[in-house]
């Protein structure tokens, strides 16, 4: 069964132009899935990133000196024998 191909082609004038890239290491006919940070193969597993996203900074954490345990409560006595 054919796959639907909607989507990766757009008619401009008389001509068809792509819509997605083609895959370097499989070649043309094999599009790039797009995604939202990437685009990938599906056929041969090729990635790469959209762009150069900025890196998202952490804050850095100031050393923290280890947790004592807290204390823990006296076990409560067995009752008296009668």
Not at 7 to 24: D, N
Not at 58 to 79: G, I, N, T
Request: proline share 16%.
């Amino acid at each position: 069964m054919a796959k639907a191909r909607v989507g990766l082609y757009a008619v401009q004038g008389e001509a068809l132009t792509r819509t997605h890239k083609s895959c370097p290491k499989c070649g043309p006919g094999v599009f790039l899935a797009e995604h939202g940070d990437r685009r990938s193969c599906g056929r041969c597993g090729y990635s790469e990133s959209k762009g150069s996203p900025v890196p998202k900074a952490k804050p850095a954490k100031a050393p923290s000196e280890p947790k004592a345990a807290a204390p823990r409560a006296p076990a409560p006595a067995p009752p008296a024998a009668p």
